[in-house]
Structure formats: C-alpha cells, structure tokens
C-alpha cells in the first residue's frame, strides 16, 4: 500500500514539474515576443553582443544585486549610456513600466 502511495506521488510531482516547465517556457516566449515587438532585438541578442551587449552579459554583471531590475527599468526607459561603451540606448518612453518590468527580469534571468 505505502509503495503505491509514494508512486503516485512521484507521478503527481513529476506532472507538476512538467506543467511547470511549460508555464516558464511560454513565460519566457511572451517576453521575447515583446522584446521583439518593441526593437530591443535590433540591438541586442541573448548570447551575442550587438549594438548592445549581450542580455547574459547584463544578467552575469547585475547578478545578486537587489536593486538591478529597479535599475535596468531606469535605464530600458530613459535610455543609458556610458555603461556598456560608448553606443548610447535611446529611450524608450512609450514602453510601459510594467512591460519594462517584464523586459527587465527577463533580461536578468537569460544566460
Ligand atoms: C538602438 C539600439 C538599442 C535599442 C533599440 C535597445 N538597446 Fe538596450 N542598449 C543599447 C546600448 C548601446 C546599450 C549600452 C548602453 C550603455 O553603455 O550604457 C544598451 C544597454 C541595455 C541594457 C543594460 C543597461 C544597464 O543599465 O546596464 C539593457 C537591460 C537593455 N539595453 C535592454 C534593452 C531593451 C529591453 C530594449 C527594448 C525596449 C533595448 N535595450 C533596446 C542599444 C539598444
């Protein structure tokens, strides 16, 4: 009895991982959906530098930092410079702060 018990528990996890899976890679599609909907892959790549650095580049220089979304929120709107090169980010004023939010965490989230 206790055997069955645990294997439909281990059925029960394993689904909940699955959907999980599913959950963030539909998460992270929508985000690049809206990266690209909103130019950012004109400039930028995950993996690559372009006009602008690369997103893991970004993500490994802010890694542990509490306030890096705050901050890449700031610089995804008002624009940067000086950070990366010599290349200025235009801003993006239309872009909204809670679609900036998203673009920022996954920003900080690619590798
Ligand atoms: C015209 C080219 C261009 C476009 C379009 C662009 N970027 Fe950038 N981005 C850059 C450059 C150049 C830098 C480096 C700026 C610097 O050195 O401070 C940069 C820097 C960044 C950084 C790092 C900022 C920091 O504080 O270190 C993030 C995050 C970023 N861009 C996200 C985005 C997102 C999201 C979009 C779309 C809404 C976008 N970029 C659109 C060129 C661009």
Redesign the pocket.
């Given at each position: 009895m206790r055997m069955l018990t645990f294997a439909r528990a281990g059925v029960l996890v394993k689904t909940a991982l699955i959907v999980c899976a599913g959950f963030l890679a539909a998460q992270a599609q929508a985000n690049e959906a809206l990266?690209r909907k909103?130019?950012?892959?004109?400039?930028?790549a995950v993996a690559t530098k372009l006009?602008?650095?690369a997103?893991k580049d970004?993500a490994a220089?802010?890694a542990g930092q509490p306030d890096a979304q705050a901050?890449?929120v700031?610089?995804?709107r008002n624009g940067?410079?000086?950070?990366?090169?010599?290349?200025?980010?235009?801003a993006?004023p239309k872009?909204s702060e809670a679609d900036?939010k998203k673009?920022?965490a996954w920003?900080l989230a690619s590798k």
């Open positions: 990266a909103n130019d950012c892959l004109g400039c930028h006009v602008g650095p997103y970004v220089k802010y901050n890449l700031q610089s995804i940067s410079v000086g950070k990366w090169g010599e290349l200025p980010m235009p993006h872009l900036a673009l920022a920003v």
